[in-house]
C-alpha cells in the first residue's frame, strides 16, 4: 500500500488504518479478481509497537485474510524490529475446494534467524508439508542485488535437488 520502508510513518495510528481504508478501497473496485498485497497493519501485540507488517488477499470485495509477518530483519538496510511488532503464528488461508493457501513475508520460508548478505541461514523453520498449504505465496520488498533470484529460489526450496 504505502512503500517500503515506511519507517516511522508506522508510529502514527492514522497511517495503519489509512493502509487498512486503502485496501478495502481496492477491494470493491472489482470483486471478481482477487488481489494480494501488503500494507502496514495495527499491531495486536504487547512488544511496546504499534504496527504489523503485512499481507492481504483482497477477495470477493472485502480484506479475505490477514498475515502479518513472522520474521523480522535486522540487517543490512533493514530495521524492522525498530518499528514492527512480529506476528505470533502463521495461518492458512481457504484458496478453492479443499484447498489452502500461506504466505510467506519476505525471507521467511526456510528460515528461523537472520545472518549474512542473504539474511539467512536455514535452520529449523520447517513445518510440515500439510501445514505449510497447497500453494505457498511469498511477497517481498528487499534491495537488489546479483545472485538475489538464486538466494530467493533456495529459501523456497525450488532449488533443491529431485528426490
Known amino acids: 500500500m504505502c512503500g517500503y520502508p515506511p519507517r516511522d510513518l508506522v508510529e502514527r495510528p492514522s497511517f495503519a488504518a489509512r493502509n487498512r481504508e486503502t485496501a478495502e478501497e481496492i477491494a470493491v473496485c472489482d470483486p471478481r479478481i482477487a488481489v494480494i498485497c ?5 499491531a ?8 504489523m507488517n503485512s499481507a492481504a ?7 479475505a485474510f490477514l498475515q502479518s509477518k513472522m520474521l523480522l530483519p535486522t540487517y543490512d538496510v533493514f530495521d524492522e524490529m525498530r518499528n514492527f511488532a512480529p506476528a505470533k503464528s502463521q495461518q492458512l488461508f481457504p484458496l478453492w475446494r479443499q484447498s489452502h493457501g500461506a504466505y510467506d513475508l519476505c525471507e521467511e520460508p526456510g528460515t528461523t ?49 529431485a528426490a
Open 38 to 42: 501488503g500494507l502496514v497493519t495495527p
Open 44 to 51: 495486536e501485540s504487547e512488544t511496546g509497537k504499534s504496527a
Open 57 to 63: 488477499l483482497l477477495q470477493e470485495g472485502k480484506i
Open 113 to 161: 534467524s537472520y545472518s549474512g548478505r542473504s539474511g539467512c541461514t536455514r535452520l529449523i523453520h520447517r513445518r510440515a508439508d500439510s501445514s505449510r498449504g497447497d500453494l505457498v505465496l511469498n511477497i517481498s520488498a528487499s534491495p537488489f542485488w546479483i545472485g538475489k533470484r538464486e538466494v530467493r529460489r533456495d529459501h523456497a526450496g525450488l532449488n533443491r535437488p
